[in-house]
């Protein structure tokens, strides 16, 4: 039995709060998942009726960040506030120095994933399950650099 995040919003969409709600609370007849089924059970388990949840949608849902209606999007804190907000692919854009999109490298024989984030001027990612190795975007190759 999973749980659905779903997420309270506020004035102009800003998330307020998060419940996790039985899958079954958002299920209809035929067994198949229903936003509304779950905003109605929240609605009458709380009597606040702004609810969302984050299936299918682009974005990372966080508290103070927002839900962006126009665009059906998660809009997170930003990183930096030198960043712009991309409504098309749910993410922070950097000014000049665009966010990789090659994140999947082989390091050791083994194929990686990576994150990335900005940190120190830079773009840096890490795997998920191998965080012990950070890379580095290296703008002059427009590759990853292994952080020694």
Not at 132 to 137: A, G
Request: aromatic letters at 14%.
């Amino acid at each position: 039995m999973a749980n659905i995040k779903f997420f309270k919003l506020g004035v102009n969409g800003k998330i307020i709060d998060m419940i996790a709600v039985d899958e079954n609370n958002c299920k209809d007849a035929d067994n198949n998942f229903d936003e509304n089924l779950g905003i109605q059970f929240l609605n009458n388990l709380t009597g606040w009726p702004l609810w969302i949840s984050k299936m299918e949608r682009l974005g990372t849902p966080q508290l103070d960040g927002y839900y962006l209606e126009d665009f059906d999007v998660f809009k997170s804190v930003p990183e930096n506030d030198i960043f712009t907000f991309n409504t098309t692919t749910a993410e922070w854009d950097h000014p000049t120095i665009p966010r990789p999109t090659n994140n999947n490298i082989t390091h050791n024989g083994i194929n990686l994933e990576l994150r990335p984030y900005w940190l120190n001027d830079r773009w840096e990612g890490s795997a998920l399950g191998n965080k012990e190795n950070k890379f580095y975007w290296n703008t002059d190759t427009n590759s990853w650099t292994l952080i020694t």
